[in-house]
Protein backbone atom coordinates (compact mmCIF):
# COMPACT_ATOMS: atom_id res chain seq x y z
CA UNK A 1 0.00 0.00 0.00
CA UNK A 2 1.51 3.35 -0.63
CA UNK A 3 1.39 6.08 1.64
CA UNK A 4 -0.76 8.56 1.58
CA UNK A 5 0.53 12.12 0.15
CA UNK A 6 1.72 14.68 2.42
CA UNK A 7 0.56 17.82 3.29
CA UNK A 8 3.33 19.31 1.88
CA UNK A 9 3.00 17.86 -1.21
CA UNK A 10 -0.34 18.93 -1.30
CA UNK A 11 0.38 22.03 -0.47
CA UNK A 12 2.73 22.47 -3.34
CA UNK A 13 0.50 20.70 -5.73
CA UNK A 14 -2.63 23.26 -4.95
CA UNK A 15 -0.17 25.78 -5.72
CA UNK A 16 0.72 25.08 -8.29
CA UNK A 17 -2.10 24.71 -9.88
CA UNK A 18 -3.28 27.84 -8.57
CA UNK A 19 -0.11 29.35 -10.45
CA UNK A 20 -1.67 27.66 -13.54
CA UNK A 21 -5.11 28.90 -13.25
CA UNK A 22 -3.61 32.24 -12.61
CA UNK A 23 -2.42 32.21 -15.63
CA UNK A 24 -4.88 31.19 -18.25
CA UNK A 25 -4.85 28.81 -20.72
CA UNK A 26 -3.12 31.53 -23.33
CA UNK A 27 0.34 31.64 -21.29
CA UNK A 28 -0.15 28.24 -20.37
CA UNK A 29 0.00 27.16 -24.34
CA UNK A 30 2.96 29.37 -24.52
CA UNK A 31 5.08 27.62 -22.34
CA UNK A 32 4.09 24.02 -23.92
CA UNK A 33 4.96 26.22 -26.96
CA UNK A 34 8.80 25.13 -28.04
CA UNK A 35 8.77 28.00 -30.38
CA UNK A 36 8.57 30.39 -27.26
CA UNK A 37 11.37 31.43 -25.17
CA UNK A 38 9.45 34.16 -22.94
CA UNK A 39 6.55 35.01 -21.91
CA UNK A 40 6.19 38.97 -20.23
CA UNK A 41 3.73 40.99 -18.84
CA UNK A 42 4.18 45.37 -18.92
CA UNK A 43 2.44 47.65 -16.50
CA UNK A 44 -0.42 48.26 -18.93
CA UNK A 45 -1.45 45.00 -18.54
CA UNK A 46 -0.46 43.69 -22.71
CA UNK A 47 1.07 40.35 -22.31
CA UNK A 48 4.20 39.87 -25.52
CA UNK A 49 5.44 36.80 -26.20
CA UNK A 50 9.37 36.22 -27.39
CA UNK A 51 9.74 33.45 -30.45
CA UNK A 52 12.26 32.05 -31.78
CA UNK A 53 11.05 31.90 -34.97
CA UNK A 54 9.45 35.41 -34.94
CA UNK A 55 10.98 37.93 -32.21
CA UNK A 56 9.24 39.54 -29.99
CA UNK A 57 5.34 40.07 -30.38
CA UNK A 58 2.36 40.92 -28.86
CA UNK A 59 0.32 38.28 -27.87
CA UNK A 60 -3.13 40.55 -28.77
CA UNK A 61 -4.68 40.20 -25.17
CA UNK A 62 -4.54 41.69 -21.96
CA UNK A 63 -3.68 40.28 -18.23
CA UNK A 64 -6.03 41.57 -15.59
CA UNK A 65 -4.03 43.83 -12.89
CA UNK A 66 -5.56 41.71 -10.30
CA UNK A 67 -4.26 38.26 -12.01
CA UNK A 68 -0.92 39.75 -12.52
CA UNK A 69 -0.46 40.73 -9.21
CA UNK A 70 -1.82 37.19 -7.95
CA UNK A 71 0.72 35.46 -10.07
CA UNK A 72 3.26 37.75 -8.70
CA UNK A 73 1.98 36.89 -5.08
CA UNK A 74 2.01 32.82 -5.86
CA UNK A 75 5.06 32.14 -6.68
CA UNK A 76 6.52 34.52 -4.21
CA UNK A 77 4.33 32.53 -1.82
CA UNK A 78 6.39 28.61 -3.51
CA UNK A 79 9.79 29.89 -3.05
CA UNK A 80 8.92 31.28 0.59
CA UNK A 81 9.99 34.83 -0.76
CA UNK A 82 7.77 38.41 0.52
CA UNK A 83 6.42 40.67 -2.48
CA UNK A 84 4.89 43.87 -1.40
CA UNK A 85 4.49 47.48 -1.67
CA UNK A 86 7.77 47.57 0.64
CA UNK A 87 9.25 45.00 -1.08
CA UNK A 88 8.18 44.83 -4.36
CA UNK A 89 10.99 42.98 -6.64
CA UNK A 90 10.66 39.56 -7.15
CA UNK A 91 13.45 36.67 -8.69
CA UNK A 92 12.34 33.08 -8.41
CA UNK A 93 12.15 29.99 -10.29
CA UNK A 94 8.39 28.25 -10.85
CA UNK A 95 7.32 25.16 -9.26
CA UNK A 96 8.83 22.13 -11.18
CA UNK A 97 9.50 23.48 -14.65
CA UNK A 98 11.86 25.54 -13.32
CA UNK A 99 11.17 29.07 -16.02
CA UNK A 100 13.14 31.98 -14.28
CA UNK A 101 10.51 34.47 -13.56
CA UNK A 102 11.20 38.30 -12.65
CA UNK A 103 8.22 40.07 -11.21
CA UNK A 104 7.45 44.01 -9.92
CA UNK A 105 4.72 45.70 -8.09
CA UNK A 106 3.43 48.84 -7.83
CA UNK A 107 5.29 51.60 -6.43
CA UNK A 108 8.37 50.27 -8.90
CA UNK A 109 6.07 49.99 -11.95
CA UNK A 110 3.15 51.57 -12.77
CA UNK A 111 1.23 48.23 -12.54
CA UNK A 112 2.54 44.47 -12.22
CA UNK A 113 4.45 43.29 -14.80
CA UNK A 114 6.97 40.40 -14.79
CA UNK A 115 9.26 38.40 -17.51
CA UNK A 116 8.94 34.58 -17.63
CA UNK A 117 11.93 32.68 -19.24
CA UNK A 118 11.62 29.38 -20.03
CA UNK A 119 14.28 27.03 -19.61
CA UNK A 120 16.09 24.91 -22.55
CA UNK A 121 14.82 21.49 -23.46
CA UNK A 122 17.78 20.34 -24.77
CA UNK A 123 21.53 21.35 -26.29
CA UNK A 124 21.97 22.98 -29.83
CA UNK A 125 24.87 21.21 -30.84
CA UNK A 126 27.64 23.20 -32.94
CA UNK A 127 26.67 21.13 -36.09
CA UNK A 128 23.11 22.73 -35.61
CA UNK A 129 24.57 26.30 -35.59
CA UNK A 130 26.29 25.86 -38.87
CA UNK A 131 23.42 24.09 -40.72
CA UNK A 132 21.09 26.43 -39.58
CA UNK A 133 23.50 29.40 -40.85
CA UNK A 134 24.42 31.26 -37.26
CA UNK A 135 27.99 30.20 -37.50
CA UNK A 136 30.21 29.01 -40.19
CA UNK A 137 31.79 25.93 -40.36
CA UNK A 138 35.29 27.54 -39.71
CA UNK A 139 33.77 29.35 -36.63
CA UNK A 140 32.67 25.87 -35.36
CA UNK A 141 35.88 24.39 -35.77
CA UNK A 142 37.82 26.98 -34.13
CA UNK A 143 35.56 26.69 -31.64
CA UNK A 144 36.19 23.00 -31.38
CA UNK A 145 39.71 22.88 -31.33
CA UNK A 146 38.96 25.77 -28.15
CA UNK A 147 38.01 23.89 -26.17
CA UNK A 148 39.94 20.84 -26.91
CA UNK A 149 43.10 23.19 -26.06
CA UNK A 150 41.73 24.56 -22.91
CA UNK A 151 41.26 28.00 -24.07
CA UNK A 152 39.11 30.25 -21.29
CA UNK A 153 36.34 31.49 -23.37
CA UNK A 154 34.09 34.35 -22.38
CA UNK A 155 30.64 34.89 -24.09
CA UNK A 156 29.15 38.49 -24.61
CA UNK A 157 26.21 39.14 -25.72
CA UNK A 158 22.73 41.16 -24.97
CA UNK A 159 19.56 39.87 -23.01
CA UNK A 160 17.94 36.47 -24.86
CA UNK A 161 21.04 36.95 -27.56
CA UNK A 162 21.28 33.07 -26.76
CA UNK A 163 24.70 33.36 -24.76
CA UNK A 164 23.80 30.61 -22.47
CA UNK A 165 22.37 28.31 -25.75
CA UNK A 166 26.19 28.62 -26.87
CA UNK A 167 27.55 28.28 -23.94
CA UNK A 168 25.37 24.75 -23.49
CA UNK A 169 26.83 23.60 -26.82
CA UNK A 170 30.41 24.31 -25.92
CA UNK A 171 30.08 22.11 -22.41
CA UNK A 172 28.85 19.66 -24.82
CA UNK A 173 31.95 19.51 -26.61
CA UNK A 174 33.43 19.39 -22.67
CA UNK A 175 31.67 16.51 -21.92
CA UNK A 176 33.75 14.36 -24.66
CA UNK A 177 37.11 15.38 -22.91
CA UNK A 178 36.77 13.70 -19.40
CA UNK A 179 37.72 16.92 -17.25
CA UNK A 180 36.16 17.39 -13.97
CA UNK A 181 33.86 20.27 -14.61
CA UNK A 182 32.12 22.82 -11.92
CA UNK A 183 29.19 24.53 -13.13
CA UNK A 184 28.74 27.71 -10.90
CA UNK A 185 25.27 29.83 -11.62
CA UNK A 186 22.65 31.94 -10.00
CA UNK A 187 20.18 30.24 -11.67
CA UNK A 188 20.11 26.52 -13.17
CA UNK A 189 20.30 26.93 -16.55
CA UNK A 190 23.21 25.33 -17.70
CA UNK A 191 23.48 21.41 -19.31
CA UNK A 192 26.63 19.99 -18.59
CA UNK A 193 26.88 15.90 -19.27
CA UNK A 194 30.32 15.51 -18.55
CA UNK A 195 30.13 12.56 -15.98
CA UNK A 196 32.35 14.02 -13.77
CA UNK A 197 30.74 17.11 -13.22
CA UNK A 198 29.64 19.25 -9.98
CA UNK A 199 26.46 21.84 -10.18
CA UNK A 200 26.91 24.71 -7.48
CA UNK A 201 24.31 27.00 -7.26
CA UNK A 202 24.15 30.70 -5.30
CA UNK A 203 21.22 31.63 -2.64
CA UNK A 204 20.72 34.57 -1.91
CA UNK A 205 21.21 35.27 1.68
CA UNK A 206 23.41 32.47 2.07
CA UNK A 207 26.01 31.76 -0.81
CA UNK A 208 27.38 34.19 -2.99
CA UNK A 209 28.74 33.72 -6.65
CA UNK A 210 31.49 35.35 -5.03
CA UNK A 211 31.57 32.39 -2.33
CA UNK A 212 30.65 29.94 -4.91
CA UNK A 213 34.37 30.65 -6.93
CA UNK A 214 36.61 30.37 -4.06
CA UNK A 215 35.51 27.08 -2.92
CA UNK A 216 35.43 25.44 -6.62
CA UNK A 217 39.31 25.98 -5.79
CA UNK A 218 38.76 23.32 -3.45
CA UNK A 219 36.89 20.88 -5.09
CA UNK A 220 39.91 19.99 -7.42
CA UNK A 221 38.64 21.61 -10.64
CA UNK A 222 39.92 20.86 -14.81
CA UNK A 223 37.31 23.54 -15.94
CA UNK A 224 35.49 26.00 -14.07
CA UNK A 225 32.05 27.82 -15.87
CA UNK A 226 30.01 30.34 -14.86
CA UNK A 227 26.81 30.41 -15.61
CA UNK A 228 26.72 34.59 -16.27
CA UNK A 229 29.29 36.80 -14.78
CA UNK A 230 27.90 40.07 -13.17
CA UNK A 231 29.46 41.03 -9.71
CA UNK A 232 32.71 41.05 -7.82
CA UNK A 233 33.18 37.34 -8.24
CA UNK A 234 34.83 38.41 -11.79
CA UNK A 235 37.99 38.89 -10.39
CA UNK A 236 38.21 35.57 -8.04
CA UNK A 237 37.15 34.01 -11.60
CA UNK A 238 40.20 35.38 -13.64
CA UNK A 239 42.45 34.40 -10.86
CA UNK A 240 41.05 30.56 -11.03
CA UNK A 241 41.75 30.69 -15.05
CA UNK A 242 44.36 32.07 -14.79
CA UNK A 243 46.03 30.00 -11.95
CA UNK A 244 45.82 26.30 -13.41
CA UNK A 245 42.45 25.95 -13.98
CA UNK A 246 42.19 26.30 -17.41
CA UNK A 247 39.51 25.43 -20.18
CA UNK A 248 36.39 27.76 -18.81
CA UNK A 249 33.45 28.64 -19.90
CA UNK A 250 31.33 32.07 -18.90
CA UNK A 251 28.78 34.78 -20.06
CA UNK A 252 29.17 38.06 -19.50
CA UNK A 253 26.48 40.86 -20.94
CA UNK A 254 27.99 43.26 -23.59
CA UNK A 255 28.20 44.57 -27.33
CA UNK A 256 31.34 43.29 -28.19
CA UNK A 257 34.72 41.21 -27.49
CA UNK A 258 36.31 44.41 -26.29
CA UNK A 259 33.03 45.51 -24.33
CA UNK A 260 33.14 42.03 -22.66
CA UNK A 261 36.62 42.54 -21.43
CA UNK A 262 35.78 46.31 -20.51
CA UNK A 263 32.52 44.81 -18.43
CA UNK A 264 35.09 42.94 -16.69
CA UNK A 265 37.46 45.41 -15.45
CA UNK A 266 33.66 47.40 -14.29
CA UNK A 267 32.73 44.30 -12.18
CA UNK A 268 36.24 43.75 -10.59
CA UNK A 269 36.44 47.96 -9.74
CA UNK A 270 33.61 46.87 -7.19
CA UNK A 271 36.14 45.12 -4.86
CA UNK A 272 39.61 46.68 -6.26
CA UNK A 273 40.79 49.82 -6.87
CA UNK A 274 42.37 49.02 -9.65
CA UNK A 275 41.70 46.04 -12.34
CA UNK A 276 44.56 43.54 -12.86
CA UNK A 277 44.43 44.40 -16.96
CA UNK A 278 47.48 42.28 -17.45
CA UNK A 279 45.59 39.50 -15.54
CA UNK A 280 42.58 39.68 -17.40
CA UNK A 281 44.27 39.33 -21.07
CA UNK A 282 46.26 36.50 -19.53
CA UNK A 283 43.36 34.39 -17.86
CA UNK A 284 40.58 35.27 -21.04
CA UNK A 285 41.53 33.26 -23.89
CA UNK A 286 38.46 33.72 -26.34
CA UNK A 287 35.88 35.86 -26.84
CA UNK A 288 32.56 34.90 -28.95
CA UNK A 289 30.22 38.19 -29.61
CA UNK A 290 26.87 36.65 -30.31
CA UNK A 291 24.47 39.61 -32.20
CA UNK A 292 20.26 39.16 -32.96
CA UNK A 293 17.77 37.44 -31.58
CA UNK A 294 15.62 34.11 -32.17
CA UNK A 295 16.42 32.36 -35.51
CA UNK A 296 18.38 35.93 -36.42
CA UNK A 297 20.91 34.98 -33.76
CA UNK A 298 24.60 34.91 -35.49
CA UNK A 299 28.25 34.81 -34.25
CA UNK A 300 29.11 38.30 -34.71
CA UNK A 301 32.41 37.92 -34.02
CA UNK A 302 35.34 35.47 -32.40
CA UNK A 303 38.23 37.36 -31.20
CA UNK A 304 41.73 35.57 -29.40
CA UNK A 305 43.13 38.01 -26.50
CA UNK A 306 46.37 38.17 -27.77
CA UNK A 307 47.54 40.27 -24.95
CA UNK A 308 47.71 44.12 -22.85
CA UNK A 309 50.55 46.03 -23.98
CA UNK A 310 50.06 48.59 -21.33
CA UNK A 311 47.61 50.98 -23.27
CA UNK A 312 45.20 48.70 -24.43
CA UNK A 313 43.48 44.85 -24.96
CA UNK A 314 44.92 43.26 -28.15
CA UNK A 315 42.77 41.27 -29.61
CA UNK A 316 42.94 39.57 -32.51
CA UNK A 317 39.64 38.49 -35.61
CA UNK A 318 40.09 34.40 -34.93
CA UNK A 319 39.12 33.64 -38.69
CA UNK A 320 42.69 35.50 -40.16
CA UNK A 321 45.04 35.66 -37.32
CA UNK A 322 46.70 31.90 -37.03
CA UNK A 323 45.64 29.71 -34.09
CA UNK A 324 48.70 28.29 -31.85
CA UNK A 325 50.10 25.09 -34.09
CA UNK A 326 49.13 22.46 -31.41
CA UNK A 327 45.65 22.81 -32.48
CA UNK A 328 44.48 19.94 -34.81
CA UNK A 329 42.82 20.87 -38.04
CA UNK A 330 38.55 21.31 -37.91
CA UNK A 331 36.69 18.52 -38.34
CA UNK A 332 33.80 20.53 -39.02
CA UNK A 333 34.88 22.31 -42.09
CA UNK A 334 32.55 20.49 -44.52
CA UNK A 335 29.23 21.26 -42.79
CA UNK A 336 28.47 24.40 -44.47
CA UNK A 337 30.51 25.73 -47.91
CA UNK A 338 28.81 29.25 -45.88
CA UNK A 339 31.22 31.20 -44.56
CA UNK A 340 29.25 34.42 -43.98
CA UNK A 341 28.23 33.89 -40.36
CA UNK A 342 24.83 35.32 -41.33
CA UNK A 343 21.35 33.67 -41.84
CA UNK A 344 20.20 32.83 -45.42
Known amino acids: MSAAPSSFTISLDRRIQMLRTAMGPLIAAALEDPD ?78 FALRKRAIGVIPLERYVIDGMMTSAQAGFLVRAVRER ?11 GKTTLANALLAEIAATGDRVLVLEDTVELQCAARDHVPLRTRQGVVSMTELVRSSMRLRPDRVVVGEVRGAEALDLIKVWGTGHPGGIATVHAGSALGALLRLEQLILEVAVNPPRALIAEAVNVVIHIAGRGRKRRIESIARVVGFDGVGYQLADAMEASFPELLPQSDLSSLSPDHSGELP
Not at 54 to 68: C, F, I, K
Not at 72 to 82: N, S, T, Y
Not at 152 to 161: D, E, F, R, V, Y
Open 36 to 113: VVEVMLNPDRTLWVDRLSSGRAPMGVELSEDDGERIIRLVAAHVGAEVHRGQPLLSAELPETGERFEGILPPAAPGPA
Open 151 to 161: QNILIAGATSS
